[in-house]
């Protein structure tokens, strides 16, 4: 089957770097995927990697190793409302208009 | 932009009642797909539609229906409301990607 794995929890202070490390298992591979949401909000598109290496949009970037399974989403220069949950998500090998999620990690922004 | 708008934010039933959600998108997307999102279990696929009148299970499609007479147009349908389907659900739509979602409804069944 296919399968993601992500951390339950981060906890970092305002100003500081912040990686959440997404591995996955998945019988063909589209691409990685990552979504933001706040409590009570909607899941929102953070960024997509295909390809390996790192994709960068302002103070978060996203890094992909096909080979190692895994990627990660880097959250820099942290401010109080990136307390959110992050969500990974890989196209389904399947029928890849359908995504599969990991459970999310819950961060926290702390002063 | 993009929206994607679902018809209830917040909504009470009874046990065994129908109960229809619905979720509209402005975007021509062809595919559209239903979520329930529960604490720790992360975003579970009850449905999704890659055309009008085409429908796919997912994960947990059991005691939900869906409709898409419209391309525009997903509606879930709860047949007979259980106490275990209270739950936030999110609609969601895209084309290739990334999925669009709406603001969610969170559903109570007493």
């Known amino acids: 089957g296919q399968s993601l794995e992500q951390p339950s929890e981060v906890t970092a202070v305002e100003g500081a770097i912040v990686q959440i490390n997404c591995t996955y298992q998945?019988?063909?591979?589209?691409?990685l995927s990552w979504y933001q949401q706040h409590d009570g909000g909607a899941p929102t598109f953070l960024s997509y990697?295909?390809l390996d290496g790192l994709e960068e949009t302002g103070r978060f970037s996203s890094f992909l190793s096909r080979s190692d399974s895994y990627g990660y989403l880097l959250l820099q220069e942290l401010q109080m409302k990136d307390s959110a949950s992050y969500f990974c998500?890989?196209?389904?090998?399947?029928?890849?208009?359908?995504?599969?999620w990991g459970l999310g990690t819950s961060l926290a922004v702390n002063p | 932009d993009v929206k994607v708008t679902q018809s209830s934010r917040y909504l009470v039933k009874r046990t065994g009642e129908k109960v229809f959600l619905e979720c509209v998108q402005d975007?021509?997307?062809?595919?559209m797909f239903w979520y329930r999102q529960d604490p720790g279990l992360g975003l579970r696929l009850i449905y999704f539609?890659?055309?009008?009148?085409?429908?796919e299970k997912g994960d947990i499609p059991e005691g939900y229906s869906v409709s898409r007479e419209k391309k525009e147009r997903f509606s879930l349908i709860l047949e007979s409301a259980s106490t275990n389907q209270t739950s936030m659900y999110l609609c969601?739509?895209?084309?290739?990607?990334?999925?669009?979602f709406g603001d969610g409804t969170r559903l109570s069944i007493l």
């Open positions: 990697n295909a």
């Open positions: 539609s890659y055309d009008v009148k085409m429908k």
């Open positions: 975007m021509d997307h062809e595919n």
């Open positions: 998500a890989v196209n389904d090998a399947g029928n890849n208009r359908k995504l599969i």
């Open positions: 969601a739509s895209s084309s290739r990607r990334p999925q669009h």
């Open positions: 998945t019988s063909g591979f589209y691409g």
